[in-house]
């Protein structure tokens, strides 16, 4: 009697370990499934934050991103580099359409009628030598700034890019060096595949089914069918 009673209880434990085991691994897999279509979505929900908050625009909270080199890691990119000097509103209308911040069109206008109005004003300001001008171009130069400063820092919140909390401290980098940030903006949107306000991040196309030459669209990701133990 004692050895069967022995036998029965390693044959309970060994099928406990076995529904726990089995249990751990169904977990898992409804948690990458959970991941990898949340990610799809391009939405991360904030840690106790409701639904309807999180569609307000709590996104991405809990993940952490940086911003792709430095400030004067222009040079990484050359195509970029070139565009950001040579034709800077066309460079920062389609970043604002890829952050799902406007149209490419009416925020390249903005860009270049601020741009166009502080310098037409400056060279008003040295032919008349008339204040007047010398005040509106500097009412100018300070809405460009801010007004790009503004757009970096709703980009930073929105994808939770990690760096400086200040508002101001995105306004004086345009203003010290735009190309240059317009160009940073540029490169960690534009690595990370972001579309139309969509983070989907440097490996979507391998692994949540992004756009690829061969595919017509994505394919469709589903959660491990429950398994009753």
């Known amino acids: 009697m004692g050895d069967l009673d022995k036998q029965e209880r390693v044959m309970e434990d060994e099928e406990k370990e076995r529904l726990l085991e089995g249990a751990a691994v169904l977990d898992f897999d409804v948690l990458c499934s959970t991941v990898a279509l949340r990610a799809a979505h391009g939405k991360w929900g904030m840690l106790g934050v409701g639904k309807e908050e999180e569609e307000e625009g709590a996104e991405f909270g809990g993940v952490f991103r940086m911003w792709e ?30 952050a799902g911040f406007g149209s490419c069109f009416i925020q390249a206008t903005i860009y270049f009628l601020l741009a166009i109005g502080a310098f037409i004003n400056l060279i008003a300001f040295a032919v008349t030598r008339s204040h007047c001008f010398l005040y509106l171009s500097v009412a100018l130069v300070v809405s460009f700034g801010a007004y790009l400063g503004f757009f970096r820092t709703r980009i930073r919140k929105k994808f939770n890019i990690k760096g400086s909390d200040s508002s101001m401290d995105d306004c004086v980098y345009h203003f010290v060096c735009p190309c240059c940030t317009l160009c940073q903006e540029s490169r960690t949107l534009e690595m990370n595949n972001v579309q139309d306000g969509c983070w989907h991040g440097r490996g979507d196309k391998i692994c949540i089914g992004g756009f690829d030459e061969k595919n017509k669209g994505p394919f469709g990701l589903h959660p491990p069918t429950i398994v009753s133990i």
């Open 69 to 98: 080199g430095e400030i004067l890691d222009c040079f990484d990119d050359h195509r970029i580099v070139l565009e950001s000097t040579c034709c800077p509103c066309y460079r920062f209308g389609k970043n604002m359409k890829r």
